[in-house]
């Protein structure tokens, strides 16, 4: 089992940047793919940005060049640093782990933080 818990969030202006945290817990942290996904109002579920266990990052096309995701592995701990963000990066954001390997499918991710609720008012 991996615990995520998260930290961070909330209303931001447009163009602001915020950062997301997830502290992980339970098993080898860098044993796993981690993933941030966000479920925006009346969207479905997308992945914005991976990072695996090599750490090769793959961001989605809608955040490329804003969003950075990192992870601390000494630290057990991952990252998402948004900036310019937009209003259409609302909704709740989740860390994800994921055994299965370099997925970019929500589904294959075991284990989910919490949520995090961020809005962006343009």
């Known amino acids: 089992q991996v615990q995520l818990v998260q930290s961070g969030g909330g209303l931001v202006q447009a163009g602001d940047s915020l950062r997301l945290s997830c502290a992980a817990s339970?098993?080898?942290?860098?044993?796993?793919?981690m993933g941030w996904i966000r479920h925006g109002p009346g969207k479905e579920r997308e992945i914005v940005a991976g990072?695996?266990?090599?750490?090769?990052?793959h961001y989605a096309d809608s955040v490329k060049g804003r969003f950075i995701i990192a992870r601390d592995n000494a630290k057990n701990t991952e990252y998402l640093l948004m900036n310019s963000l937009k209003s259409e990066d609302t909704g709740v954001y989740y860390c994800?782990?994921?055994?299965?390997?370099?997925?970019?499918?929500?589904?294959?991710?075991?284990?989910w933080g919490q949520g995090t609720q961020v809005t962006v008012s343009s």
């Open positions: 994800a782990a994921t055994s299965y390997g370099s997925s970019w499918n929500p589904d294959d991710y075991e284990y």
């Open positions: 339970g098993r080898t942290f860098s044993n796993y793919d």
């Open positions: 990072i695996f266990r090599s750490g090769e990052k």
